[in-house]
């Protein structure tokens, strides 16, 4: 009898059906983007009304800030890109996941971890470092995750049935080797360092988070659904390589130029901004591939919403890329660094460009998944044009406030003068959080009703689900 309990529980709890490790990682990523993002929406009213809560330590800006940066990152990017990869590379590689119930048992791994970062950081517990604010029981987890997803991919990869490894696989297996080693290299649980030293490999792991983890898969996963969503070839493999070791190569030692206005050695910095500016090169090869796909396919981007997603992630790509290296200039960081310019460009990164190609993989990644078309597509243009709109009045409010908050620095203008001036901006921050969570409310009702709509008769019949169309 606790024989058969404890196999109806395996078998619910670690499912082994094909494509319930992917599901999930999904459905848990989109559950952490609802809490995330509410955090952050939060905290950006507390920015505009700063009375708003007193007494609940809870509800501080500085706990919120810290929880919606982890739940954003670590739960809603990270868990939607570990399901876009145990979707993507068993079809890039023609064969199934090597475990569906390890990778569910890492999804359970991951849905403790951000458990214990909700507890934990809203209660002020953290290690009080940029994207690093985890305490030690909750990093040993991360990396247990990390290695066991690895694991999965790698071991699927060595039970391909084709020979050729397309490019998409490049990115996913060079991210889950190279992230792993840059987290631990940059939690202070494993490698602690005294000083100046610590910021710099804080920060060596603070901007190669950015670079070999959400850009790399990011840039896997566009790779793989722009040519399958407008039915054409990759324009170049050649050119989608030298993007990929452009970015082994010079991304790495960007992460100093955080720190331009610190005592950091000369060379470490001039090798950050060196390498900066030549990011240009990957970037570049990268958006030609990109662009060059679509040729004669524009049109697509009107009636097909997942490359919607898709293409206007590949545009908000390209404006980070100019923002970065222009950014990592020193007269330019020396204007801009302490203000809300840098704010703006972090989201630039995170909400527009990563979170948008996430998107794009989830709404294309689902119905294979499940079986089902989705439930709305209205609801999928009101998500849309609502993270789209709200992202804009976001970065335009931040970058302008980031601008006058430079020129009050730099002119010497008190700040109880020219913090004043910046206020109305918060508001439109808040109003931007209001549009983008409830784009994303849309989203998850959206997904709900996909899943547990019972199907239609012409639904049954269909061997596969049709394309999202407008």
Known sequence: MLGAIAKNISANLLSDQEGSASRNFFLSALWWSLLGMGAGLFAAAEFAMPDLVHNVPQLAMPHLRMWHVNAVAIGWLSMGYVGAMFHMVPTLCKTKLWSERWGNFTMWVWNILMVCAMCT?????????????LGAIIDVLVVVGLLTIAVNIYMTLINRKV???????WYFLGSLFWFPLVYIIGQRTFVALPGLNDAIVGWFYGHNILGMWFTTVGVGMMYYLLPRLTQAPLYSHGLSMLGFWGIALFYAPTGTHHILQSPAPEWLKAIAVISSIFLLVPVLTVLTNFFMTMRGKWGQVVTDLPLRFAVT?????????????????RWVNWYLHFSQWVVGHAHLALLGTFSFILTSAFYYSMPRLTGKNWHSQGMIRAH????????????VS??????????GWAFGIPVDQWSLQIRPYWFFRELSGI?????????????????????????????????VKA
């Open 121 to 133: 950081l809203l209660n002020g517990n953290t290690e009080g470092r940029e994207y690093a604010e």
């Open 163 to 169: 020979k050729k490894l397309y490019v998409s696989l």
């Open 313 to 329: 992630s590949a545009v908000f790509y390209l404006i980070t890329c100019v923002q970065g290296p222009f950014q990592a200039t």
């Open 384 to 395: 849309y044009w609502l993270k789209t709109l709200g992202f804009i009045l976001m970065m």
């Open 398 to 407: 931040l970058t302008i406030a980031g601008l006058v908050q430079a020129a």
């Open 435 to 467: 549009m983008i969570l409830l784009g994303q409310c849309i989203f998850a009702y959206n997904t709900y009703k996909t899943l547990y709509t019972p199907k239609t008769a012409q639904e049954v019949k269909l061997a596969k689900p049709v394309e």
